[in-house]
T-cell receptor
Framework: SQKIEQNSEALNIQEGKTATLTCNYT??????LQWYRQDPGRGPVFLLL?????KEKRKERLKVTFDTTLKQSLFHITASQPADSATYLC???????FGSGTRLSIRP | DGGITQSPKYLFRKEGQNVTLSCEQN?????MYWYRQDPGQGLRLIYY???????QKGDIAEGYSVSREKKESFPLTVTSAQKNPTAFYLC?????????????FGSGTRLTVV
């Protein structure tokens, strides 16, 4: 069956460092993949979408890679700030499935 | 500003009752979705609709029903057949199903069975 796995443990890093979150998927080949941010008690907010023919996508301090051979996407936040603390979800299309998320904490 | 409005924010249901969660969007999106989120878990798809008067079951549709009579509205009814309805419910919309654009989510409804 189709499966998505994100970093199973919460990620805790020092302010200013680069945070790297992993999304692995199995048993299907999405045409594109989305990343969302979710704060406690709120709905997810769309951040980035990367297509299967794109290796890398950037938006301000965010960078996403998509390796269809490894069936993996990496999500990077450079120069991390405490305000970046949230849960980040990946969603490989087109099956409208979301991963369970990685809870990221940035300590000052 | 365009967006999705879910109401109420908190809802309490007695055993055996049906309750309806509201979702309204003014983004002119064709596709709308309902997800359920349990603590520490990802989003699971309940139902989705590609267009008015059409909807499809998601992974966990049992005990739920929907309607799509207007483009802007996609209400979800949690019936008494849903044995464990306590959860956080999220409504979302997109330009179309499968479109490579992001989804817009509402702020959610937290349903508790009392």
């Amino acid at each position: 069956s189709q499966k998505i796995e994100q970093n199973s443990e919460a990620l805790n890093i020092q302010e200013g460092k680069t945070a790297t979150l992993t999304c692995n998927y199995t048993n299907y080949s999405p045409a594109y993949l989305q990343w969302y941010r979710q704060d406690p008690g709120r709905g997810p907010v769309f951040l980035l979408l990367i297509r299967e023919n794109e290796k890398e996508k950037r938006k301000e301090r965010l960078k996403v890679t998509f390796d269809t051979t490894l069936k993996q996407s990496l999500f990077h936040i450079t120069a991390s700030q405490p305000a970046d603390s949230a849960t980040y979800l990946c969603a490989p299309e087109p099956k409208i499935i979301f991963g369970s998320g990685t809870r990221l904490s940035i300590r000052p | 500003d365009g967006g999705i409005t879910q109401s109420p924010k908190y809802l309490f249901r007695k055993e055996g009752q049906n309750v309806t969660l509201s979702c309204e969007q003014n983004l002119n999106h064709d596709a709308m979705y309902w997800y359920r989120q349990d603590p520490g878990q990802g989003l699971r798809l309940i139902y989705y609709s590609q267009i008015v008067n059409d909807f499809q079951k998601g992974d966990i549709a049992e005990g739920y029903s929907v309607s799509r009579e207007k483009k802007e509205s996609f209400p979800l009814t949690v019936t008494s057949a849903q044995k464990n309805p306590t959860a956080f419910y999220l409504c979302a919309s997109s330009i179309s199903v499968g479109a490579n654009y992001g989804y817009t989510f509402g702020s959610g409804t937290r349903l508790t069975v009392v």
